[in-house]
């Protein structure tokens, strides 16, 4: 078998599909993106393509080996994602060739369906507690709230009485015990996330995600001292030698690895392990589409340390297309009690619906997250 194309396809609301097509029949499909840098990964991409265009998809841990270690430059967020969509969409084809899930070659699942979450907004506090409320009586069991406005180096203590209040007004619709995990999206400089830390104690939160910028993980240990929940982190980390210093300096209770970012299945896989041997757990990120979906389902079936799975359904990024419309059974991804099961079908376990895809790149997207500024002018983080 031989690939023979790679095809990209920039889709609304903001995702990159790739499909890859061999002589044998067989296509696989892959989700290589970098939210707002969609056109700049296609193009990493097409590059990557000099490279794969007559091997054999079958062997992905060679062919992983040559997109990184082949070039002189590597890492980062556009060449990792290139790799990681190219990754998914081999190990889609060598389920389909075999007949079996991706999991089933990874080794056999040790869960058949993982815990999720909804996220609920808070980006401009407003209506987050509607919000929570709703995703509770649609049957999830754990919401993710984003934290905070833009906030200063040092800041008033109005700005984290409006976080203050937020987070209650959501623990108070949703009640006790369901999981409440609250995301400082890197908005938040040390000093001000100290201050945060000792104010959020009341509010039993399951985790708190990114407290500082992955620029400043050497903040976490002395941050993770005073935290009142577990620290999660790692959406905008590439690979196993970015975990590796994390896991290393300590003070990190959950990673969170896109396996559309960091490497694909291959890596992600890798990083999971190293984190196992921590007793540090994964809650993979993924606010993404249907096959970047599929491939962290693939993953959280066989990793023993994955505990829930952040999915994209319904979050306000997907006004122009949600996650189901682009797969041929909307059933696949089935949601039950604040779970959703492992696909099962062969490759990812999914279908997409080419002709759909094909009808809407040709609107495609120039996806740009929102520039925010401090009131003195000075850009904030986002």
Do not use: Q
């Given at each position: 078998m031989k690939i023979t194309k790679?095809?990209?396809?920039?889709?609304?609301?903001?995702?990159?599909?790739?499909?890859?097509?061999?002589?044998?029949?067989?296509?696989?499909?892959?989700?290589?993106?970098?939210?707002?840098?969609?056109?700049?990964?296609?193009?990493?991409?097409?590059?990557?393509?000099d490279y794969l265009v007559g091997k054999d998809?079958?062997?992905?841990?060679?062919?992983?080996?040559?997109?990184?270690?082949?070039?002189?430059?590597?890492g980062g967020p556009i060449l990792m994602s290139a790799i990681a969509g190219v990754d998914q969409a081999l190990w889609d084809i060598k389920g389909k060739h075999l007949g079996v899930p991706v999991h089933e070659l990874l080794g056999g699942p040790v869960r058949e369906?993982?815990?999720?979450?909804?996220?609920?907004?808070?980006?401009?506090?407003?209506?987050?507690?509607?919000?929570?409320?709703?995703?509770?009586?649609?049957?999830?069991?754990?919401?993710?709230?984003?934290?905070?406005?833009?906030?200063?180096?040092?800041?008033?203590?109005?700005?984290?009485?409006r976080v203050l209040e937020n987070v209650q007004a959501v623990r108070e619709a949703?009640?006790?015990?369901?999981?409440?995990?609250?995301?400082?999206h890197g908005r938040v400089h040390k000093p001000m996330a100290k201050v945060l830390m000792r104010e959020l104690a009341p509010y039993k939160l399951m985790?708190?995600?990114?407290?500082?910028?992955?620029?400043?993980?050497?903040?976490?240990?002395?941050?993770?001292?005073?935290?009142?929940?577990?620290?999660?982190l790692g959406e905008r980390l590439y690979s196993r030698y970015d975990f590796?210093?994390?896991?290393?300096?300590?003070?990190v209770d959950i990673i969170q690895p896109d396996p559309s970012h960091a490497g694909g299945i291959t890596e992600t896989r890798k990083i999971a392990a190293m984190a196992e041997a921590y007793d540090v757990a994964l809650a993979l990120h993924c606010p993404l589409g249907p096959i970047a979906l599929a491939a962290n389902l693939q993953l959280d079936a066989v990793c023993h340390n994955a505990f829930i799975q952040e999915q994209s359904l319904g979050i306000h990024y997907n006004a122009a297309n949600d996650l189901l419309d682009y797969v041929v059974d909307r059933n696949v991804f089935a949601y039950e009690d604040g779970y959703v099961a492992i696909p099962g079908g062969?490759?990812?376990?999914?279908?997409?619906?080419?002709?759909?895809?094909?009808e809407r790149a040709k609107l495609g997207h120039r996806w740009r997250n929102p520039l925010w500024?401090?009131?003195d002018g000075s850009v904030a983080e986002w």
């Open positions: 790679l095809t990209t396809f920039l889709v609304p609301p903001r995702w990159l599909f790739l499909r890859i097509d061999t002589d044998a029949g067989i296509c696989g499909w892959g989700e290589p993106v970098v939210e707002g840098r969609a056109h700049t990964v296609a193009a990493a991409v097409d590059e990557l393509s998809p079958r062997r992905i841990e060679d062919l992983w080996n040559v997109m990184y270690r082949g070039s002189f430059y590597r369906r993982i815990r999720v979450y909804s996220w609920i907004g808070g980006d401009r506090p407003a209506d987050t507690a509607n919000a929570a409320r709703a995703a509770v009586e649609h049957g999830f069991t754990a919401v993710k709230m984003n934290g905070t406005e833009e906030m200063h180096f040092v800041d008033s203590y109005a700005k984290v009485e949703v009640g006790p015990h369901v999981g409440l995990a609250l995301d400082f985790f708190i995600e990114e407290p500082v910028l992955s620029e400043h993980l050497d903040a976490i240990p002395e941050l993770a001292s005073i935290a009142p929940a577990p620290i999660a590796k210093r994390v896991l290393e300096r300590g003070g062969p490759g990812l376990g999914i279908e997409i619906n080419e002709a759909y895809v094909a500024r401090h009131d």
